[in-house]
DNA sequence: CCGTTTGTTCCATTTTTCGGAACGTAGTCC
DNA sequence: GGACTACGTTCCGAAAAATGGAACAAACGG
């Protein structure tokens, strides 16, 4: 295991709910012996990847990650062109939108248009949650292949809220459902008595892939309310795939030529 | 030259200037041979550190960095408090506000308070600059010990516009001008045409630093009003080093105890 | 079809890393 | 004060990984 790897271990141990851990934490949590956490920890404060607090003590994400953090503007075109579109859904609707990415089978979020009803933002910039249990990360799986899914999906299927899928069957039940539709939706999963529509765009051109979702309260919205979302989130469906090249119907295998 | 190091030395290859880099990019960049080059960088793509673009194959941050960059709320405390009072000085005076800090002899941009002038943001936040021709930066710099200042500023003496200290005479002139007055300004450094005032706040209990500063245009204000801008902040001043427990008048080394 | 550019893989040598154990350093309890 | 414990750092030989020159491969251009 290189250097790097036991590094970027301990990177992946911050999270929104542990911004900061002290030596003890990051030993717990990677199981490393000491003596290699407290190399590998002065390693990291040293050329920037982490702080650490003279006073508590406690390491955070540093200075430089700050800066490269700033430069991921991330596939930029593709999600500025989707967060724009998404900014109008959310004017008219009033509900808050989220753009996301996969990664594993977890997504992340990467931006959040709030909306004007009083629903507070619940998963800021940076929150991972397990795809299978939001709509735009089932819509995102949703354009991986059968085969690409199975590996993403860990083989002990987790432990997911009562509304979510309960096992790797109805999951594919859900992702084929959403093939058919092109859109995905989700009640009182993630969190209590919230919901949401989204669905999951492919740049054409560069093969890559995001979820965008639109969120609401289930008890402050109607059913007509809900149906003008997915009407809303259809025609800008629509809209995107035409103007980024979204050839749906393709894994996004057969775009990029390989398995991620 | 541990792989960690390497690693490092190849992120800090990015910048707002250069956000996206080609395989030729890093290898010029970092001096190292090309199958070094191709190794790291594969190993900070699978890591997540790096991303590639699938079509240009050009690297760019990645997903990682962003959650971490996120997690660096950094300092909350100390950059929250004097956030919310430069976006009151901001409100009243219109100009743009300023929060940075030291990092060597450079400074990074934290955060920004866009004004109500039509004067572009033209530093945005993770921008680097040589601390030695902002204000701010002036500023931060005239918290460390002389021998500390010596130790940041590289010997060889960098090329810096013409309003700005020219050699490390006149930079200690200006730092020891700050230090009577507390209050640091510069015009037509940086930026031509730009105008900025600023001061630096150390936290007693944490002994981190930063540099505050409010942004103009020369030619669009008057002497009048600068002097109005001095004020502000001179209030502002006095007012976070009551809240933070700033001990003007003491380096930073001795408030932490120790070199950084 | 050949030269160039660009990047990857191989492999013997050198250099780090690894992790158990010994060694500090505070704080705490009696 | 002295023993105890939590918390970290330093040491060092064994083991693993990084290194970089060279051969190899792929894409491009003319």
Redesign the pocket.
């Known amino acids: 295991?290189?250097?790097?790897?036991?590094a970027i271990d301990i990177l992946r141990c911050f999270s929104t709910s542990r911004p900061d851990l002290?030596?003890?934490d990051v030993?717990v949590l990677t199981g490393?012996?000491?003596?290699?956490?407290?190399?590998?920890?002065?390693?990291l404060r040293d050329c920037g990847l982490l702080e650490q607090d003279p006073h508590s003590?406690?390491y955070r994400p540093g200075l430089l990650t700050f800066e490269l953090g700033r430069l991921h503007r991330a596939h930029d075109d593709l999600i500025a062109t989707a967060e724009r579109e998404l900014r109008d859904v959310c004017a008219r609707t009033g509900h808050t939108g989220y753009i996301a990415v996969l990664d594993g089978y977890q997504q992340v979020v990467l931006r959040i248009v709030p909306g004007s009803n009083p629903l507070r933002v619940v998963n800021p910039p940076g929150q991972r949650t397990p795809a299978i249990i939001t709509s735009n990360g089932r819509a995102m799986l949703a354009r991986l292949s059968d085969q690409e899914i199975r590996a993403r999906v860990p083989l002990d299927y987790p432990k997911v809220p009562a509304n979510s899928p309960q096992n790797f069957a109805e999951l594919m039940a859900r992702l084929n459902e959403i093939r058919r539709t092109g859109i995905s939706d989700a009640a009182d999963e993630a969190i209590e008595g919230v919901g949401s529509q989204g669905f999951a765009l492919a740049s054409g051109e560069s093969g890559e892939l995001i979820g965008i979702a639109v969120s609401y309260s289930v008890q402050a919205t109607t059913e007509i309310e809900r149906a003008n979302v997915r009407r809303e989130l259809g025609a800008m469906a629509a809209k995107l795939r035409r103007m980024t090249g979204d050839p749906l119907g393709q894994t996004i295998e057969q775009l990029t030529g390989l398995a991620s």
């Open positions: 295991m290189s250097a790097l790897t036991n002290s030596f003890a030993q490393k012996p000491k003596s290699s956490t407290s190399r590998l920890l002065r390693s003590r406690r």
